[in-house]
């Protein structure tokens, strides 16, 4: 690997290109930029940025605290492990869910703040802050299946919808973890003395889609959680302009 070159290839849309030096010479392989920012700082290549992109999307960065800008901005892990949701009638703000999406993920930062999401007297509103928003954002909760394995599970909420000229979802899903030795993996460390293992991870989603404006409507949704299911949660996620308005979540199981 010689060098990591970010460009835009489209309006909002980044892309890295990875020199690969082999026998042929060195050939450009198109990456998500985070991977191969990861790539640049594990192999220590350098990284080009092109001069319009730094011009526009750059943080300025006083003193040697380089990471300070960037780390009260990034969204928080969950806590784990959990057995199950918590906090689903917002009491303590967004205690316990985790925010997230592709506008908070994009590698420059420039488009962290493009939503926002806040909860109060019993609501979670997830809102664009400007006219044309990067990619989207969620607000999600997750928690090891346990007892939910084999079992019919039904989340229930209320939602009302403000001007979405994307598109919002609220989602129900699981996530499975196989071994597998396809090309569609990724692989885990092992201990001292063991082989890594490649794993398949599977995840199954049953959703409803809001567009538009509404007022409270109750949204509800069944699937049957796999028996060998590692994790489930659920998400409500607005991409676009608009706003979304989530309240009265309920999360019930039947054997």
């Not at 290839?9 to 191969?36: E, H």
């Not at 019919?152 to 979802?169: K, M, N, P, Y």
């Amino acid at each position: 690997m010689t060098g990591v070159d970010i460009d835009e290839l489209g309006p909002g849309v980044l892309a890295a290109q990875i020199g690969v030096a082999g026998p042929a010479g060195i050939r450009q392989v198109t990456a998500p930029p985070g991977s191969a920012l990861a790539l640049a700082a594990a192999l220590e290549v350098p990284v080009r940025v092109a001069d319009a992109l730094m011009d526009r999307l750059a943080v300025p960065v006083t003193g040697g605290d380089l990471a300070g800008p960037f780390a009260s901005r990034a969204p928080a892990g969950p806590s784990w492990p959990r057995y199950g949701p918590r906090n689903l009638a917002f009491a303590d703000g967004l205690d316990g869910w985790v925010i997230g999406g592709s506008s908070r993920a994009e590698v420059t930062g420039a488009h962290w703040d493009d939503y926002t999401v806040a909860a109060a007297d019993g609501t979670a509103t997830l809102s664009a802050a400007v006219p044309q928003p990067y990619g989207d954002v969620f607000a999600h909760q997750m928690w090891i299946a346990g007892e939910y394995r084999g079992a019919t599970v039904t989340l229930a909420a209320e939602i009302s919808a403000l001007d979405v000229a994307g598109h919002a979802e609220l989602s129900l899903f699981t996530i499975t973890h196989t071994e597998d030795r396809s090309r569609d993996r990724a692989v885990f460390p092992a201990p001292p003395g063991h082989q890594p293992v490649a794993v398949r991870r599977d995840r199954r989603d049953s959703g409803k889609t809001i567009t538009g404006s509404s007022d409270w409507t109750r949204y509800q949704i069944t699937a049957q959680a796999p028996a060998d299911a590692d994790t489930m949660g659920f998400e409500l996620t607005l991409a676009g302009p608009g706003q979304v308005r989530l309240r009265h979540v309920e999360l019930t199981r039947a054997s």
